[in-house]
Nanobody, 126 residues
Framework: QVQLVESGGGRVQAGGSLRLSCAAS????????MGWFRQSPGKEREFVAT????????YYADSVKGRFTISRDNAKNMVYLQMNSLTPEDTAVYYC???????????????????WGQGTQVTVSS
């Protein structure tokens, strides 16, 4: 089955930037809608961003719109999340997800994603 591995997390001061990467293997990457979700302590996992099969459509949660950019490179089986103007409210574990069923062009719902990475920690200090 498809495996996803995130990298690029770390600690950064407020106003700084990080770029998260997600490497996929074991499937047909270009057939998958991809998404980023995040989870803070004591809170539910929430949608961050999604991108369509070939990157033609991208959508974001209101909380990150204008600051975060999702992109993908199907030749490398990679998806990225560029995070700018980070605030302490962005502190969370960030998860990469793939719709391995190939059903959705893009999706905001975590239930639509069948494969998940292990997560990478992002900590933003004041």
């Amino acid at each position: 089955q498809v495996q996803l591995v995130e990298s690029g997390g770390g600690r950064v001061q407020a106003g700084g930037s990080l770029r998260l990467s997600c490497a996929a293997s074991g499937g047909t990457f270009s057939s998958y809608a991809m998404g980023w979700f995040r989870q803070s302590p004591g809170k539910e996992r929430e949608f961050v961003a999604t991108i369509s099969w070939r990157g033609g459509a991208t959508y974001y949660a209101d909380s990150v719109k204008g600051r975060f950019t999702i992109s993908r490179d199907n030749a490398k089986n990679m998806v990225y999340l560029q995070m700018n103007s980070l605030t302490p409210e962005d502190t969370a574990v960030y998860y990469c997800a793939a719709d391995v069923s190939g059903t959705f062009y893009y999706s905001f719902r975590e239930a639509d994603y069948g494969s998940w990475g292990q997560g990478t920690q992002v900590t933003v200090s004041s």
